[in-house]
């Protein structure tokens, strides 16, 4: 959430520098979280960028994973499918009732 504090909004490049993720795999993971609700998307110029939909403290960190999962293909088409579900679900159970706020206090 330090990433867009005080409502800033980040370049696609610039998120994906943070998450050490190429642009290319880090703008479907942003549109999901657009689609679901959880960023917005501000169109500057040319380029894109995001911010979060709501404050950092009322988005839970399973709201996260579980618009992620959705961009998971389907467990029985490949064993690396099955095995990235394994660790969301594993996530998810982890981060039960955490919020992104409370991420950076971690």
């Given amino acids: 959430s330090r990433t867009f504090k005080n409502g800033k909004s980040r370049s696609l490049q610039s998120l994906a520098d943070v998450a050490n993720i190429t642009e290319l795999l880090a703008h479907p993971i942003l549109e999901r979280l657009t689609e679901v609700g959880l960023l917005n998307k501000v ?33 029985r088409d490949l064993d690396e499918s099955r095995i990235l579900k394994r660790i969301l679900d594993t996530q998810f159970e982890a981060t039960q009732g955490l919020s992104l706020d409370a991420l950076d206090h971690v």
């Fill in 43 to 75: 169109e500057k110029g040319d380029d894109s960028a995001y911010s979060l939909a709501r404050p950092a403290e009322t988005i839970s960190v399973n709201e996260i994973l579980g618009a992620l999962r959705d961009l998971i293909p389907d467990p």
